[in-house]
């Protein structure tokens, strides 16, 4: 799930019990995703370029965006609206280590 809010992105990952939540967004390459995504505050744009994907999220509206990385990297979230942070497209084991870190540290 993802979350748009002033000056920044939350993302939370349902499908991973007890997940901590992150302000990078970690992906599966070749791995298609379905993005659950909410305005908290004002209107945002889920913007990543090299996937030429962008999509409107307005307050009050949970807006689904289907998607699949097909390369690996480090790749930045813009906004039309404002800035935000980086997207991860990692093989799983980094997303497995953060999850294990962040589960320690609750």
């Given amino acids: 799930?993802?979350?748009?809010?002033q000056?920044?992105?939350s993302f939370q990952y349902p499908e991973e019990e007890n997940s901590p939540g992150s302000d990078v967004?970690?992906?599966q390459v070749n791995q298609p995703v379905l993005l659950e995504m909410e305005a908290e505050d004002v209107l945002h744009s889920f913007w990543v370029p090299e996937f030429r994907v962008k999509q409107d999220l307005v307050p009050g509206r949970t807006t689904k965006l289907r998607i699949t990385?097909?390369?690996?990297g480090d790749y930045k979230i813009r906004c039309a609206e404002n800035p935000g942070?980086?997207?991860?497209i990692k093989p799983r084991?980094?997303?497995?280590k953060f999850l294990s870190i962040n589960r320690s540290n609750t």
């Fill in 1 to 5: 799930n993802v979350t748009g809010r």
């Fill in 7 to 9: 000056w920044s992105w």
């Fill in 25 to 27: 967004l970690y992906l």
């Fill in 69 to 72: 990385p097909t390369q690996v």
């Fill in 85 to 88: 942070p980086k997207l991860s």
């Fill in 93 to 96: 084991s980094p997303f497995g």
